[in-house]
């Protein structure tokens, strides 16, 4: 009966020098050619859990990049940080070179919105010079506010007063290209007014430009005024920087409903009557 405890654990004895041998005789493996099996193998209880298991001490700072470096050569003690420097701040010029890079090719888009200032404002700009000194055969400031009381407005003065503004003032801004979207809202008002004018003279519709009352350069001239609004000035002007220069968006559309509401109520205002008399259903 003893002796059967004492053949158990010689037996166990041979079997493990037996392992021993088969293992000597293999390769060394890595714990990552069996991970499984290595986990399997591994008590639960030896797998490291807090800071005391792996040896480390929570009140140690990290080092500061570089520290530690003592120069010896010894890989063990020399610690340091891949840094990476900041990056550069980028200037505003360089912003506006990306952004214009990024925009699509304008081709020669922008030197005719330059000729359409050109035309439309150089032709706000005579009929305004003629209203007020007298120019290229105008009738002058007396003139023109005899033209206007002729014409049936109320208030002659501040009739004249607001068409030189409108077309002198706003014909000077749309060929320098500054504050465009007011400008040619400026000369909107101020044309469809005249064009209000001469077609409630004579019942029907008067776009003859023959005739004394024909509103077809007026039609022309409002047509202009309210692309320029739409497609803005582009970049041969003043405001080239700004937004409304080459992305006008939904402010172009307040400007244009605001110039038609301008010139509606000056002209019921200054002169009163229906403009559209005898045109349609009018």
Do not use: C
Request: glycine share 14%.
């Amino acid at each position: 009966m003893t002796d059967k405890p004492n053949d158990s654990s010689e037996a166990d004895g041979s079997t493990q020098s037996g392992q021993g041998a088969s293992a000597a005789g293999r390769a060394a493996t890595s714990p990552f050619d069996s991970p499984t099996g290595q986990m399997r193998k591994t008590d639960p209880k030896d797998i490291p859990r807090t800071d005391d298991d792996l040896g480390l001490d929570p009140g140690d700072e990290v080092p500061a990049a570089g520290a530690g470096k003592t120069g010896s050569g010894d890989a063990d003690k020399d610690y340091g940080y891949a840094t990476i420097p900041p990056a550069a701040a980028t200037s505003a010029e360089a912003v506006r070179l990306q952004r214009r890079n990024r925009e699509p090719r304008r081709g020669t888009l922008d030197l005719g919105l330059f000729v359409l200032r050109l035309v439309v404002g150089y032709t706000f700009i005579y009929h305004g010079l003629q209203k007020l000194t007298g120019w290229f055969h105008g009738p002058g400031l007396d003139g023109t506010k005899t033209m206007m009381e002729s014409g049936g407005w109320d208030y002659p003065s501040l009739a004249t007063a607001l068409v030189i503004a409108g077309e002198l003032g706003g014909g000077i801004l749309l060929v320098i290209g500054l504050a465009t979207p007011l400008a040619a809202g400026a000369v909107l008002a101020t044309i469809l007014s005249a064009w209000m004018w001469k077609q409630g003279m004579v019942p029907g519709f008067q776009y003859n430009a023959g005739t004394p009352t024909g509103v077809e350069l007026d039609s022309v001239l409002a047509g202009a005024a309210l692309a320029i609004i739409l497609t803005g000035p582009g970049r041969w002007s003043f405001d080239r920087t700004r937004g409304w220069a080459t992305r006008p968006a939904y402010g172009s559309f307040v400007v244009v409903l605001l110039a038609i509401a301008a010139a509606i109520v000056t002209f019921w205002f200054l002169h009163g009557g229906n403009p559209l008399q005898g045109v349609g259903p009018f």
